[in-house]
């Protein structure tokens, strides 16, 4: 039994439960594209050219804040 903040001995066990919550937010981030596409809200396309340009967003500021702290 692991206990919170420890890790298990099998690290491949962190993995498998890691790659299975990313699979599980895939499935539930497509759901509600695709509900939010029905309803006329957002393409599919439109959805990704905004999470395009969050991550570039994400992106600069990590320069920035790193640029900043190197000062």
């Not at 690290?11 to 695709?34: F, H, K, Q, W």
């Not at 990590?62 to 640029?67: G, K, N």
Request: no cysteine.
């Amino acid at each position: 039994m692991v206990h919170a903040g420890e890790l298990p001995e099998n690290i491949n066990e962190v993995l498998d439960v890691l790659i299975g919550e990313i699979a599980l937010t895939r499935r539930r981030l497509e759901s509600l594209i695709e509900v939010l596409e029905e309803k006329g809200h957002i393409s599919e396309a439109e959805f990704k050219n905004k999470l395009k340009e969050k991550s570039e967003e994400e992106k600069l500021q990590t320069l920035v804040t790193s640029l900043s702290e190197k000062k």
